[in-house]
């Protein structure tokens, strides 16, 4: 099997039209560039070059071989090419898996911004409902990270984003819409909409109420917190959510726990030596968890 750099010496001999000019170009030896030219054209079994007065030139063999030595080469360097492009985060793949509340207020930004930045850049985003169904899906190789609230399923490498509050989505026109928080035994026999048992927000708020003495009076179960707010601003029932479920410019009720309640959002790193994924970290790092503020 040639090597690209025997196919390099002859091309860039039949380019320059002389050994000479060509060892130059190439910063080899003539004796070294004359061996890879016999090695070629060994390893082929007939002459590639013929040598005149003054330089050389392709015999019809060389001719015929001349392109494909030049599209090996064009291939080798963009191999090259698209390893350094990588290496450097330039271009590629990166696999988002991320709570659903948190895909607007907390991706959707640093993906628009790398669209127009990386455009050689593909992000594939997948949405869960639980942080152990996130935990699973880096785990299992099917993501490069993950946003959203802790797993003990997951051992790998977790970094601390932020933390978020819980807040109550209050029905307009309840006796609570006025008050400055709502506490535990506020919502002790009071309709709630809550989540189905797929969403780990809903284990977590069953554990919470539960060390308040609270069970819960569901009206309505939802596997989305983001449903959950429209669903309570629609009458159904009290909702709490973390504050990134809020849709921008929300018209409900919110209120503050009493006391607060909020959970830490972490990135779950299943590709810590993939430079985009310490590039997405660092913008998750620099943008923060937006603070939803009750109002």
């Known amino acids: 099997m040639p090597t690209l750099r025997a196919l390099e010496c002859f091309v860039t001999v039949v380019e320059c039209g002389s050994v000479t000019a060509a060892s130059v170009r190439l910063h080899l030896s003539q004796p070294a560039l004359s061996h890879q030219l016999a090695s070629l054209e060994s390893e ?45 985060g330039s271009r590629g793949r990166l696999r988002l898996a991320c709570v659903e509340s948190m895909t607007v207020p907390v991706i959707a930004p640093i993906v628009r911004a790398w669209a127009r930045k990386y455009r050689d850049v593909d992000v594939e985003l997948s949405e869960h409902s639980s942080a152990d169904a996130m935990a699973d899906s880096v785990t299992g190789g099917a993501s490069d990270l993950a946003v959203g ?76 917190a983001t449903t959950a707010a429209q669903l309570a601003h629609a009458g159904l029932g009290i909702a709490l959510v973390p504050t990134s479920a809020l849709p921008a410019r929300f018209g409900g009720v919110v209120k503050p726990l009493r006391p607060t309640l909020s959970r830490t959002v972490i990135a779950m790193v299943g590709s810590p030596s993939d430079p985009l994924v310490q590039r997405f970290i660092a913008d998750l790092l620099r943008r923060g968890i937006p603070s939803g503020r009750p109002r």
């Open 149 to 224: 609230p802790a797993s003990e399923r997951f051992a790998g490498q977790t970094i601390d984003i932020g933390t978020e509050d819980i807040v109550a989505v209050i029905p307009e026109g309840l006796d609570l819409t006025d008050a400055t928080g709502v506490s535990w035994d506020d919502l002790r026999g009071r309709p709630m909409v809550h989540y189905h048992s797929s969403n780990g927000l809903g284990v977590w708020i069953d554990s919470e109420a539960a060390a308040h003495g609270i069970s819960p009076a569901v009206s309505t179960r939802t596997r989305s």
């Open 44 to 88: 082929i079994g007939t002459p590639l070059l013929e040598r005149l007065p003054r330089g050389v030139r392709p015999t019809p063999t060389g001719l015929a071989v001349l392109a494909d030595a030049q599209a090996a080469l064009a291939a080798a360097h963009r191999v090259v090419d698209s390893g350094r492009a990588l290496a450097g």
